[in-house]
């Protein structure tokens, strides 16, 4: 039985908790506990994106249960794409009579990820079109980089206010040389490319884990891939992909998250599921602030005895210090001994979390792209939260802060985390709502 667009939508749309937009955050204490580590959001939307690649029916499992992963499973069902759910975190996704939409998705204005439906688009139908992109406020957010693959790769593109249209009549493979490595134009790069005539070579493309799950996924499915995980990627297009089944690799940035906050509490806690590997710059930044941390294949384990002391962070591409732990690693420097400091290399106005942080008494100033804080005691404020990763961050120092704070916006924090009350609850963290 086929559904129509519509009814398909509805079908997937029914799974992240309902989320307070007001929360109250009492002192926790050390937090303390074990704590499971759901698939990583930004490795979900891309292979989502890529599903559309294929002619037959994929599974997808480890998909966290938050808002962008629904959005992008609507979007999927909005093209005619088959969404059905199998248990919490398994979909299985039939792409075979999706389409490509004649106007611009209006869901695609509430998410970043949405501009892979570009590359994907391009790739399967020839035809890729979303609305304005969205996503957390950094300043600017330019798609340039996106621009310059398609169009090496034989596409033309209109612009405007309300839509970006990307098309080709056919897409040939090409040498495409990033002039700044950027995370989405590599995977719409790849997308695009993989099933392209001939071969593309990507240059100064990203190397996030999550590309390389990408490429793990396209390949499983019958891709040419080479090179996932460096710098210089090689694909070769294929004329046809078929679906196959396949699990997300773990959440680093929520792993890296919930060990910010024990260790801004002082407490101990395992993150469970989460790969080390991937998060070398933060434990040895928190190791050389004082936190004890074991490591083994699957699980990472943090004791803070004390109050950490401050230290430097410069962000960068992987395998540099994730952008996306930086505002938590701000609310440590600021419950911590000491000075601390953030040189942001990627977004370099991500710093709309100062501000907030402020409000509960932290030493905290920001000039151009770095933030340069003193430790000190935090107390408890009324906080509203500018986007997702900041969300993050004022919970962490909500519970290190003194007193009882209460967060305003906070449904940001439900794009990119499952659950994140539940899990911080189950370590002792006192949170209702508002
Ligand atoms: C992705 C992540 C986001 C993370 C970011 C950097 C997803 C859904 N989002 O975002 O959480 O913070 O990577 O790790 O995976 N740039 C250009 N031109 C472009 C594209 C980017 O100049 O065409 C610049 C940006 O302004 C920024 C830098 O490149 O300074 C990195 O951006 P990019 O890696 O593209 O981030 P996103 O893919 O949007």
């Avoid at 992240?16 to 490795?43: D, T």
Wanted: with cysteine; aromatic share 6%; proline share 5%.
């Amino acid at each position: 039985m086929r559904y129509t667009n519509e009814k398909n939508r509805g079908r997937c749309a029914c799974r992240v908790e309902l989320f307070m937009e007001k929360l109250i955050v009492r002192p926790s204490g050390p937090l303390y506990g074990r704590v499971g580590i759901s698939g990583s959001k930004n490795a979900a939307l891309p292979i989502l994106a890529a599903v559309l690649l294929c002619e037959s029916p994929c599974i997808i499992g480890n998909l966290p249960a938050i808002r962008d992963v629904e959005l992008a499973l609507s979007i999927l069902a909005g093209m005619g794409a088959q969404v059905e759910r199998i248990d919490r975190a398994t979909y299985r996704i039939d792409p075979t009579h999706a389409a490509p939409p004649g106007a611009p998705d209006p869901l695609s204005g509430r998410m970043r990820a949405s501009a892979y439906y570009l590359g994907a688009g391009l790739g399967r139908f020839g035809r890729g079109c979303v609305g304005r992109i969205g996503g957390c406020d950094f300043g600017g957010r330019p798609i340039d980089q996106h621009l310059k693959a398609f169009l090496a790769l034989g596409g033309s593109m209109e612009v405007s206010e309300e839509a970006i249209t990307v098309q080709a009549a056919a897409l040939r493979g090409a040498m495409i040389e990033f002039d700044t490595v950027s995370v989405g134009a590599t995977v719409n790069a790849i997308l695009a490319a993989t099933r392209a005539e001939g071969e593309t070579v990507l240059k100064n493309a990203a190397s996030e884990p999550h590309i390389a799950d990408l490429v793990a996924f396209l390949n499983r499915c019958g891709a040419d891939i080479r090179g996932a995980g460096t710098s210089t990627l090689h694909i070769r297009g294929v004329k046809h992909l078929r679906g196959c089944s396949y699990a997300v690799i773990p959440d680093m940035i929520e792993a890296g998250t919930y060990l910010l906050a024990a260790a801004a509490t002082q407490g101990a806690v395992t993150v469970c599921g989460a790969d080390p590997h991937h998060l070398v710059p933060l434990i040895s930044k928190l190791r050389e602030m004082g936190a004890e941390i074991d490591c083994e294949e699957r699980r990472i384990s943090l004791f803070a005895a004390k109050r950490l002391r401050g230290a430097s962070v410069i962000t960068g591409p992987y395998p540099g210090f994730p952008t996306d732990l930086q505002p938590q690693m701000a609310a440590l420097f600021c419950a911590a001994e000491g000075r601390g400091l953030v040189e942001e290399r990627v977004w370099r106005q991500r710093f709309r979390y100062a501000i907030e942080l402020q409000k509960m008494g932290a030493a905290i100033t920001v000039r151009e792209n770095t933030a340069y804080v003193r430790g000190t005691c935090l107390h408890g404020a009324e906080i509203s939260v500018p986007d997702l990763r900041a969300g993050a961050a004022l919970l962490i120092a909500a519970c290190a802060a003194e007193g009882e704070s209460t967060l305003s916006d906070t449904s940001y924090i439900e794009r990119g985390y499952e659950d994140i009350i539940g899990k911080l609850r189950a370590i002792g963290a006192d949170i209702s709502a508002g």
